[in-house]
């Protein structure tokens, strides 16, 4: 089954507390991306990889980091979270069909609810 | 210039109206245009998208019009079912996701279909 996994699903920290979210695809994806949800905001895009050891910011991408070492992941890094980095964090995947076009195939995490205290 | 505005913020249709949610956009180059549906407690799902060298694209009960002089686009979903309730979010980017566009979300439009 196609899927996109993240851990943990929910994760209470306090404010300086370095933290890792992770990310992992089965399907083989070059690109993926993480992006924040926020009440009346929709989502932002932090950052993404478009393959290995290619990375690229974001709409939001101040303090995050992410890495790519290998195609199926890609962990979102929060070296000294704060509060107003309490989310709802999506990891997403995606191919381009050869047809083009439109025949965009993305899959999305189940989420992954932060809390920074 | 980089907003996508998305309307109405909430949507209430009987079962087996139709649902109409729209979006505006700024950004000329933007040239790739999707839908998502999201459950509570889910990610999104990409439900339908659309390139501007197309007017209109139906997946099923989904229907993406596309005005590309209006810098318009809209979600109809027709014939609503109690199991279309869900936000919906556009979005807009300079190319699809793959091809390394970034989408701009608009901020969503919660539907309740009522029996």
């Known amino acids: 089954e196609a899927q996109v996994t993240q851990n943990p699903r929910y994760l209470i920290t306090v404010t300086g507390k370095k933290l890792t979210v992770t990310c992992s695809q089965n399907?083989?994806?070059?690109?993926m991306s993480w992006y924040r949800q926020d009440p009346g905001l929709g989502l932002r895009q932090i950052y993404y990889?478009?393959?290995?050891?290619?990375?690229d910011k974001g709409d939001v991408p101040e303090g995050y980091k992410v890495s790519r070492k290998e195609k199926r992941n890609f962990p979102l890094i929060l070296e000294s979270p704060s509060p107003n980095q309490t989310s709802l964090y999506f990891c997403?995947?995606?191919?381009?069909?050869?047809?083009?076009?439109?025949?965009?195939?993305?899959?999305f995490g189940p989420g992954t609810r932060l809390l920074v205290l | 210039q980089q907003q996508v505005k998305q309307s109405p913020q909430s949507l209430i249709v009987q079962k087996g109206g139709i649902s109409i949610i729209n979006c505006a956009y700024e950004?000329?180059?933007?040239?790739?245009f999707p839908w998502y549906q999201q459950f509570p407690g889910k990610g999104p799902a990409l439900l339908i998208a659309?390139?501007?060298?197309?007017s209109e694209k139906k997946e099923g009960r989904f229907t993406i019009s596309f005005n590309k002089s209006a810098k318009q686009f809209s979600l109809h979903i027709m014939d609503s079912q109690p199991g279309d309730s869900a936000t919906y979010f556009c979005?807009?980017?300079?190319?699809?996701?793959?091809?390394?566009?970034?989408?701009?979300f608009g901020q969503g439009t919660e539907l309740s279909v009522k029996p």
């Open positions: 990889s478009m393959n290995v050891e290619v990375t």
């Open positions: 659309i390139r501007p060298d197309v």
């Open positions: 950004n000329t180059a933007f040239d790739y």
């Open positions: 997403a995947s995606s191919y381009l069909g050869t047809s083009g076009g439109s025949q965009e195939t993305q899959y």
């Open positions: 979005a807009a980017s300079m190319a699809p996701p793959a091809q390394g566009g970034k989408l701009i």
């Open positions: 399907m083989n994806h070059e690109y």
